[in-house]
């Protein structure tokens, strides 16, 4: 899976706030201190609004 970059997710100075896993099927692994590990859409409007960039590690 690549790995998926995000922007304010929370408020601070720095540029990347969240990562996730592409997993496929337009959806995404990551976690949340309050839900635990889920998989959500890349097209929910929460995330999409946020998304930055995905880079793949290994070919």
């Not at 496929?24 to 609004?49: C, M, N, Q």
């Amino acid at each position: 899976g690549d790995l998926l970059f995000f922007i304010r997710t929370y408020n601070t100075s720095r540029l990347i706030t969240h990562t996730g896993i592409y997993a496929g099927d337009g959806k995404f692994i990551h976690t949340s201190s309050s839900r635990g590990v889920i998989i959500t859409a890349l097209d929910d409007p929460y995330w999409s609004e946020r998304y930055l960039f995905a880079t793949r590690i290994f070919e």
